[in-house]
């Protein structure tokens, strides 16, 4: 984090929007329990750490919008219960009223239940049911919402053509029985695992004919997703499939200005060549009791400067 500059003038300038953030909840009402290399998590704590970030954006009074970059509700929580434990974080969501809560799918989102009850119950505007999207908060700023799991083994029904392609990919690149180990894997072959997920071609099209639009408007672009896809931002088993692409595609225009992401719960940050920040986000889940991640991003003309709350470090952002 040391490459990213920080300015006391965010202390007194006004941002022109703010918005509160969180990601990786993944409630499950379970015992404490670990991560497959052996990271607590709290699981029932996690639920908590939402409501105290609820009440602090609303305390905060200014706050446009609230973003959730995926995974409110861990693949462990018992199936019979999946529906209404999603429903019981969405409520706790709603408890924002200062404005919208946008939410991406995550990888344990789509254990629980399949992509088309997700998209009616987090509301995300869909077509065909692809869960991509944009909005604008602010007139000269826009915010791109990606699926990283558009073409995922997890999700879709088993012969979508998605699914079809997804366990393809995995046949290809990952050898083991167990396709969500990257055993044997090396550097950025380790993202080839069936808890990521990538960017189907209709989508990567609708990406380019977005940033097309918001450079031909002279917008400021935030891309959010709940896959990072930079290398140096995450571990590289958490990495988006066809990264690349996607960076292929957005590094043709100067309007995009950072990405933010999930899913490695440890957090990360990348400059990339283009001068694009990538910053992946701490999780909600592995936050011991009594302490918190979340955090609010204010938006200034020239910078963006996420504000966290106890293991969400605090950074200022400036545009390239």
């Known amino acids: 984090m040391a490459s990213l500059a ?8 006004q941002p022109k929007f703010s918005f509160g953030i969180i990601t990786d909840v993944q409630y499950a009402d379970i015992p404490d329990g ?8 709290y699981y029932r704590h996690s639920l908590e750490v939402l409501k105290r970030a609820v009440i602090s954006w609303n305390n905060h009074g200014g706050h446009s919008f609230a973003m959730n970059l995926g995974d409110i509700v861990d693949g462990y929580c018992p ?7 999603v429903m019981r974080i969405v409520n706790e969501f709603n408890a924002f009223y200062l404005g919208p809560v946008y939410h991406i799918l995550g990888n344990h989102c789509l254990y629980n239940l399949p992509r088309n009850e997700l998209n009616e119950i987090l509301k995300i505007p ?3 049911g692809n869960s991509y999207y944009t909005f604008c908060p602010l007139t000269g700023f826009r915010v791109v ?6 073409i995922s083994a997890i ?3 088993e012969g979508h053509p998605h699914t079809i392609r997804a366990v393809n990919i995995l046949n290809k690149n990952n050898p083991n029985a167990n396709k969500n180990s990257p055993f044997g894997l090396t550097g950025a072959e380790r993202r080839f695992v069936r808890f990521n997920g990538g960017v189907g071609k209709e989508q990567l099209a609708w990406l380019d004919e977005t940033l097309l639009d918001a450079n031909a408007c002279g917008q400021k672009v935030i891309i959010c997703c709940h896959l990072s896809f930079h290398p140096d931002a995450t571990d590289t088993s958490a990495l988006l499939w066809n990264y690349e692409e996607v960076l292929h595609v957005i590094h043709r225009y100067e309007c995009v200005k950072v990405c933010l992401a999930g899913h ?36 200034y003309e020239n910078r963006l400067s996420i504000v966290g ?12």
């Open 34 to 41: 670990c991560s497959f290399l052996g990271v607590p998590r």
């Open 79 to 85: 199936k019979e219960s999946s529906r209404n434990t």
């Open 155 to 157: 999700g879709w029904p």
């Open 6 to 13: 920080r300015n006391s003038l965010s202390k007194v300038e």
């Open 309 to 320: 709350t106890g293991c969400m470090d605090s950074v200022e952002i400036y545009f390239n």
């Open 126 to 128: 869909t077509s065909d």
């Open 145 to 150: 919402v990606l699926d990283g799991y558009d």
């Open 264 to 299: 490695t719960h440890v957090g990360g940050y990348a400059l990339d060549s283009h001068g694009i920040h990538h910053r992946v986000l701490e999780a909600a889940l592995e936050c011991p009791p009594g302490t918190d991640a979340f955090g609010h991003v204010d938006v």
